[in-house]
């Protein structure tokens, strides 16, 4: 258990709305990621985190933003929700202590934007 | 920038065959790599990962994978798949300081009873 909790874990949404995530962590790490899972795409990083209001884009940050106020959250917003957002979404984090390098993930929140 | 290439989509393999996976990677220097399997609906379990050393390394479930330098390649292998192996399989590896990670899209694997 990699002490990640991501809510809600599925949601519909209506184009245009806009709509949270949130990763919640008990493991008190630095990093926090987001990734978005898609078939054929593997998962793509969207944002990251390196500590509390420090974040940087990833790979596939268009019409994302995060924010990070407590080294235990770490919250995705789609500010205008498209179809094309329409998804699973993955929170992750990383080991502790000889694990550090290794990343883990969270369960999934799996969104329809209809 | 780094990529990585899982060249099948999907493989079937009867119950009890041998099994290898391909992982090709495209990165500067020698990154971590990583086997996750995720099971449908279900989010990603890490099966090993190499970071230096033995290039022969052990997972969980009976798995295994093989580093080579020369090939740029990680491919996983299982010596007798079971059907509950069946499952979809990323390759992915990490680089920086965050160990930010790049996956290939993807193997789904069948098992045929």
């Known amino acids: 258990d990699a002490g990640i909790t991501q809510s809600p874990r599925h949601k519909v949404t209506e184009t245009g709305t806009p709509v949270t995530l949130r990763c919640h962590q008990t493991?008190?790490?630095?990093?926090m990621y987001w990734y978005r899972q898609d078939p054929g795409h593997g998962l793509r990083l969207i944002h990251y985190?390196?500590?509390?209001?420090?974040?940087d884009k990833g790979e596939v940050s268009d019409g994302y933003s995060v924010s990070r106020s407590k080294t235990e959250d770490f919250l995705l917003t789609l500010e205008s929700a498209t179809s094309s957002q329409t998804s699973v979404y993955f929170c992750?984090?990383?080991?502790?202590?000889?694990?550090?390098?290794?990343?883990?993930f969270g369960e999934g929140s799996w969104l329809t934007v209809v | 920038a780094q990529s990585v290439t899982q060249p099948d989509i999907h493989i079937t393999v009867s119950e009890g065959a041998s099994l290898e996976l391909r992982c090709n990677y495209s990165y500067g220097a020698t990154p971590y790599l990583f086997w996750y399997v995720q099971s449908p609906g279900q989010g990603l379990q890490l099966l090993l990962k190499y970071f230096s050393g033995d290039t022969l390394v052990q997972g969980i479930k009976g798995f295994e994978a093989e580093f080579k330098r020369s090939q740029s390649s990680f491919n996983l292998r299982k010596p007798s798949v079971h059907w509950s192996d069946a499952a979809e399989y990323f390759c992915?590896?990490?680089?920086?300081?965050?160990?930010?990670?790049?996956f290939g899209g993807g193997t789904r694997l069948m098992v045929k009873p």
């Open positions: 992915a590896v990490g680089v920086g300081a965050g160990n930010m990670l790049t």
């Open positions: 992750a984090i990383p080991g502790q202590g000889a694990s550090g390098n290794t990343i883990y």
């Open positions: 493991e008190n790490h630095r990093y």
């Open positions: 985190s390196y500590g509390v209001k420090d974040t």
